[in-house]
């Protein structure tokens, strides 16, 4: 079936690295991305990595794909109380005509 | 360039009544796709269309129509609206669908 399952929390220090992870079921996605959500806010794209590569690194944020294990990550270096928000990892299907995603990560920054 | 641009950004209807969500692509953009997003849970696949063609439809009720017009804007139609229909539409476009989706802001449409 088709499921995007994620962590609900994730908290960390000011200045750490977050790592947040995800799985998914669809061996024949195309596209995974990760989007981030501030309240009451739309969807922001964050970063997508296409299903043939392993890893893509954009300033601070690392995408990390295991196709073996249909594990995504995504990880924030430095982490700043301006990344606090909702990420959202999310799978689009093959033909592209659906995205799935997963019901999100809350990450909380402490100063 | 504008982004995504959806109207109204809220909206307060009435059980039973009709609603229709209104969505412009980014220029350049010919794939638009629906979600909702009920709060506390991710966005949910509503519909995809694609040179002004559905192209895939989510598990939602036939009370759930869109279109996409020769522009490559869209509408999201929801009839007979009930308590459990509120919640952030959102819209998002593509330059086809197996590009990158971007989302808009969405509108928040509350039933009561």
């Known amino acids: 079936g088709e499921d995007v399952e994620q962590s609900l929390f994730l908290s960390v220090r000011e200045g750490d690295s977050s790592v947040i992870n995800c799985t998914y079921t669809d061996s024949s996605s195309t596209y995974l991305y990760w989007y981030k959500q501030e309240p009451g806010a739309g969807l922001q794209l964050l970063t997508y990595i296409f299903s043939n590569m392993d890893m893509k690194q954009d300033q601070r944020l690392t995408v990390l794909l295991n196709k073996k294990d249909k594990h995504l990550s995504l990880r924030i270096a430095d982490t700043q109380t301006g990344d606090s928000a909702i990420y959202f990892c999310a799978e689009t299907y093959t033909g592209g005509f659906k995205t799935i995603f997963g019901a999100g990560t809350r990450l909380f920054v402490k100063a | 360039d504008a982004g995504v641009t959806q109207s109204p950004t809220h909206l307060i209807k009435t059980r039973g009544q009709h609603v229709t969500l209104r969505c412009s692509p980014i220029s350049g953009h010919k794939s638009v796709s629906w979600y909702q997003q009920v709060l506390g849970q991710g966005p949910q696949f509503i519909f995809q269309?694609?040179?002004?063609?559905?192209?895939g439809r989510g598990n939602f009720p036939d009370r759930f129509s869109a279109r996409q017009f020769p522009n490559y804007s869209s509408e999201l139609n929801v009839n007979a609206l009930l308590l459990g229909d509120s919640a952030l539409y959102l819209c998002?476009?593509?330059?086809?669908?197996?590009?990158?989706?971007?989302f808009g802001q969405g509108t928040r449409l509350t039933v009561v």
């Open positions: 998002a476009s593509s330059a086809d669908p197996d590009k990158a989706a971007f």
């Open positions: 269309y694609y040179e002004k063609e559905e192209r």
